[in-house]
T-cell receptor, first 116, second 114 residues
Framework: GAGVSQSPSNKVTEKGKDVELRCDPISGHTALYWYRQSLGQGLEFLIY????????KSGLPSDRFSAERTGGSVSTLTIQRTQQEDSAVYLCASSPAAGRFNEKLFFGSGTQLSVL | ELKVEQNPLFLSMQEGKNYTIYCNYS?????LYWYRQDPGKSLESLFVLLSNGAVKQEGRLMASLDTKARLSTLHITAAVHDLSATYFC??????????????FGQGTILTVHP
């Protein structure tokens, strides 16, 4: 597609439920990132994919959070047993490469997650 | 641990005036990014600064990088209302597996008024 696409754009869920957030990166981009943006913590790195592998998961807040990427393209971020502190905007970004010549990230519009 | 700090966090400017946003970071990095975010929207890349002394300009915005001082500036010239947004600087984590693993500053909320 023309840009990074995320769905849903908004998600309201009850505490304790599981949610899945989807990211469709720019075609051909091998690197994919998930970030979280919240009022209290600002913008935080969650996880990075190179192809289908995740060399860096260091930003995932707890074992309730997991992510996968298939076919070197679409990625899904899953949050199990959601808590109110999970409420945030989840942003996906992609780039053509992850190495030294990576110049910038292209961000999607995000998923606004609200846990009631 | 890498820390990135922006100053000021809130900036109210009159149209036509000049101002500078500062971004300090705590560990060595040879590059720095500036992003813009409009309310309810995602982040848009403004500048990629890849070396010490790098200076880039786009319209009324100019960004520079001093890697020795661990400082970047975003200078606004003759501000117009369309520049109202939140501006973030970001630095790659040293030793990270990817240059896309960024630590962001807190953001500077810029409001330009008549």
């Amino acid at each position: 597609g023309a840009g990074v696409s995320q769905s849903p754009s908004n998600k309201v869920t009850e505490k304790g439920k599981d949610v899945e957030l989807r990211c469709d990166p720019i075609s051909g981009h091998t690197a994919l990132y998930w970030y979280r943006q919240s009022l209290g913590q600002g913008l935080e790195f969650l996880i990075y994919f190179q192809g289908n592998s995740a060399p860096d998961k260091s930003g995932l807040p707890s074992d309730r959070f997991s992510a996968e990427r298939t076919g070197g393209s679409v990625s899904t971020l899953t949050i199990q047993r959601t808590q109110q502190e999970d409420s945030a905007v989840y942003l996906c970004a992609s780039s053509p490469a992850a190495g030294r010549f990576n110049e910038k990230l292209f961000f999607g519009s995000g998923t606004q997650l609200s846990v009631l | 641990e890498l820390k990135v700090e922006q100053n000021p966090l809130f900036l109210s400017m009159q149209e036509g005036k000049n101002y500078t946003i500062y971004c300090n970071y705590s560990t060595t990095s040879d590059r720095l990014y500036w992003y813009r975010q409009d309310p309810g929207k995602s982040l848009e890349s403004l500048f990629v600064l890849l070396s010490n002394g790098a200076v880039k300009q786009e319209g009324r915005l100019m960004a520079s990088l001093d890697t020795k001082a661990r400082l970047s500036t975003l200078h606004i010239t003759a501000a117009v209302h369309d520049l109202s947004a939140t501006y973030f600087c970001a630095v790659p984590n040293a030793g990270g597996t990817s240059y896309g693993k960024l630590t962001f500053g807190q953001g500077t909320i810029l409001t330009v008024h008549p």
